[in-house]
Nanobody, 121 residues
Framework: QVELVESGGGLVQAGGSLRLSCAVS????????MGWYRQAPGKQRELVADIKSGGSRNYADSVKGRFSISRDNANNTVYLQMNSLKPEDTAVYYC???????????????WGQGTQVTVSS
């Protein structure tokens, strides 16, 4: 069993900051990519940022220069620092982890339950 527990969402004014955390626990051989996605009402879920086990990062164009993703491999935790927040950043943010189950490299994708981020204008 693998569980992803997110925290850090909330209500913030435009221009403010929030930091999201996602801790992965359970039977884990290793974790490859970890990332954050978001889904606003009436829209499809979209990638915000992801980070590979080696540290390479990828960001959506809409958050480049404002958001920063990082990970603590020792504690199987991924973070999303969100600065200069805008009302259009309002969404439910989901954590995703590609959990490797054995030394053969087979992996399963797990999702967190989601955390609400609301940015007021």
């Amino acid at each position: 069993q693998v569980e992803l527990v997110e925290s850090g969402g909330g209500l913030v004014q435009a221009g403010g900051s929030l930091r999201l955390s996602c801790a992965v626990s359970g039977t884990i051989f290793a974790i490859n990519a970890m990332g954050w996605y978001r889904q606003a009402p009436g829209k499809q879920r979209e990638l915000v940022a992801d980070i590979k086990s080696g540290g390479s990062r990828n960001y959506a164009d809409s958050v480049k220069g404002r958001f920063s993703i990082s990970r603590d491999n020792a504690n199987n935790t991924v973070y999303l620092q969100m600065n200069s927040l805008k009302p259009e950043d309002t969404a439910v943010y989901y954590c995703k982890a590609n959990v490797i189950r054995t030394h053969y490299g087979d992996y399963v994708i797990y999702w967190g339950q989601g955390t609400q981020v609301t940015v007021s204008s």
